[in-house]
């Protein structure tokens, strides 16, 4: 009898909705603060530079978000 393909896979949840915590929850809740402020912040204030300090401060803020965001997903993972 045919059967749907997925039918016989195994089942994936996420480790969020299986109740996984972080080890470190303070600073994995602190690295997904700071990428959501980070962006925005850097934004507001390359606006008020003149020439092309505007474009330094949006690079940094994007390699800084870069490092966040890898930071966080490092939390995250269990050991």
């Known amino acids: 009898m045919w059967s749907w393909p997925w039918s016989s896979r195994p089942s994936r949840t996420s480790p969020a ?7 470190e929850l303070g600073s994995h809740l602190a690295y997904l603060a700071t990428s959501l402020v ?15 300090w505007g474009a330094v401060v949006i690079t940094v803020a994007l390699l800084a978000l870069a490092v ?3 930071r966080a ?7």
């Open 38 to 52: 980070l962006l925005p912040t850097a934004t507001v204030w390359s606006a008020g530079e003149d020439g092309r």
């Open 68 to 70: 966040v965001v890898v």
């Open 17 to 23: 909705l299986t109740g996984y915590r972080p080890a």
């Open 73 to 79: 997903e490092t939390t995250w993972r269990p050991a």
